[in-house]
């Protein structure tokens, strides 16, 4: 069973930065693909970000292309959303996910089986 701890969620102005974080425990990091969801107060979840197990192959979705960049430390077990040029439409609860597969390359943007329970990024205008 794996789990996933995210941190680093708060309160920013619109223009500035934020720094997630992702904990995993229960599998090496390693063996996990992993994304970066997120749903806004009375709207659907998302897809944010996705990353390979090794690392080389990201994927965002339109709305947070060259603002957002997703990393993964795999020896520390930790996945990253580092978020700039924040706007109020990113405020939402974000959450980390995360799928085993036997891909050292691809990446997924659904399906995924582990979540976490979230943390919450309000961009005040």
């Known amino acids: 069973q794996v789990q996933l701890v995210e941190s680093g969620g708060g309160l920013v102005q619109a223009g500035g930065s934020l720094g997630l974080s992702c904990s995993a425990s229960?599998?090496?990091?390693?063996?996990?693909?992993m994304d970066w969801f997120r749903q806004a107060p009375g709207k659907e979840r998302e897809f944010v970000a996705a990353?390979?197990?090794?690392?080389?192959?990201?994927f965002y979705a339109e709305s947070v292309k060259g603002r957002f960049t997703i990393s993964r430390d795999n020896n520390k077990n930790v996945v990253y959303l580092e978020m700039n040029s924040l706007k109020p439409e990113d405020t939402a609860v974000y959450y980390c996910a995360a799928k085993i597969t036997s891909s050292s390359e691809n990446y997924y943007i659904d399906n995924m089986r582990y979540w976490g329970k979230g943390t919450l990024v309000t961009v005040s205008s």
């Open positions: 229960g599998r090496t990091l390693s063996d996990l693909a």
């Open positions: 990353i390979s197990r090794n690392g080389q192959t990201a």
